[in-house]
C-alpha cells in the first residue's frame, strides 16, 4: 500500500496542501475529494456524524479515523477519553500533530481494548471489504465492547446507482456478490494506489449480519443521500 490518503492527509497538516484526492470506484467516475473536508470542523459535519459525536459516550475507539476530525471533538469539546486508530502511519501522524492524545497505527482486527463507543464513520463498514467478511468485522468489535457499549455505524445503500431493467429490476454486475461490493481507486500527485475492495451495506442487511452475530441493530437517522446512522448493541 502506498498509503497515497495518509500522504494527503499528513500533506495538509504540514502545509504542503497544492492538489485533492482523485478517487473512483468500479461503478462511478473520477471525483475529487478535497483535503479540506478532512479537517472539518463540527459545525462542517453532516448531521449522521453529528449525530453519532452527540451520542458518543464514556471510552471512545475510533476506528479508521483518518485525519482525526471526529477524534479531536471529542477530545478536546466532549472531554471524553478517546483513541483513535488507522492503518495508515502517515493519517497517524497527522493526528499526532493535530494534538490527538492517543493515536495508533493499527488494523482493528489486531487491536484489543475495552470501549463504551466505537465509531465507524464515514462509510466506516467500508473497510470489511465484501459482505463475507462482516461477521468476523462485527464479532470482533463485540470483544471491545463494554457492558452496555455501542457501536455507531454509517452506510449508504448504493443500489440508486445501478440502471433499471425493462421490468423496474435493478441491473446488477454478475461478478458482485452483493451490490454493495465496490472495487475502489485512490490515486494523488501523479501516484495511483493499487484497487482495493470497499463495502457499502443497505440497512436491513447490516440488521441482519448484527442478528447473526448477536447484537441489537436500531436505526437512528436516515440521510438525504440513501444514507443512515445504525447503533449497534449487545
Same mark, same amino acid.
Given at each position: 500500500m502506498k498509503d497515497l490518503f495518509g500522504k494527503a492527509i499528513l500533506d495538509y497538516q504540514q502545509?504542503? =496542501?497544492?492538489?485533492?484526492?482523485?478517487?473512483?470506484?468500479?461503478?462511478? *467516475?473520477?471525483?475529487? @475529494?478535497? %483535503?479540506? =473536508?478532512?479537517?472539518?470542523?463540527?459545525?462542517?459535519?453532516?448531521?449522521? *456524524?453529528?449525530?453519532? @459525536?452527540? %451520542?458518543?459516550?464514556?471510552?471512545?475507539?475510533?476506528?479508521?479515523?483518518g485525519a482525526g476530525s471526529h477524534s479531536l471533538y471529542l477530545q478536546n469539546e466532549q472531554?471524553?477519553?478517546?483513541?483513535?486508530?488507522?492503518?495508515?502511519?502517515?493519517?497517524?501522524?497527522?493526528?499526532?500533530?493535530?494534538?490527538i492524545t492517543n493515536a495508533i497505527e493499527t488494523n482493528v482486527l489486531d487491536f484489543s481494548g475495552n470501549f463504551d463507543t466505537i465509531l465507524l464513520l464515514m462509510n466506516g463498514a467500508g473497510m470489511c471489504g465484501k459482505l463475507k467478511n462482516i461477521a468476523n468485522f462485527l464479532n470482533h468489535l463485540k470483544t471491545l465492547l463494554n457492558k452496555d457499549g455501542q457501536i455507531l455505524v454509517d452506510s449508504s445503500d448504493i443500489i440508486y446507482m445501478f440502471d433499471e431493467d425493462e421490468d423496474g429490476g435493478k441491473w446488477i454486475p454478475s461478478e458482485n456478490d452483493y451490490y454493495g461490493e465496490l472495487l475502489y481507486y485512490v490515486s494523488y500527485k501523479g501516484e495511483h494506489e493499487a484497487p482495493f475492495h470497499w463495502l457499502y451495506i443497505d440497512y436491513n442487511t447490516l440488521q441482519n449480519a448484527a442478528h447473526a452475530c448477536g447484537l441489537q441493530c436500531e436505526l437512528l437517522l436516515e440521510g438525504e443521500h440513501y444514507d443512515?446512522?445504525?447503533?449497534?448493541?449487545i
Open positions: 502545509g504542503n =496542501y497544492t492538489e485533492d484526492l482523485v478517487t473512483a470506484t468500479s461503478i462511478s *467516475e473520477e471525483d475529487s @475529494l478535497p %483535503l479540506p =473536508y478532512l479537517f472539518r470542523s463540527y459545525p462542517e459535519m453532516p448531521e449522521i *456524524e453529528q449525530t453519532a @459525536l452527540q %451520542l458518543s459516550k464514556g471510552k471512545v475507539l475510533d476506528v479508521g479515523c472531554n471524553l477519553d478517546v483513541t483513535a486508530i488507522d492503518v495508515s502511519k502517515a493519517a497517524i501522524e497527522a493526528c499526532k500533530l493535530r494534538g443512515y446512522l445504525a447503533k449497534l448493541y
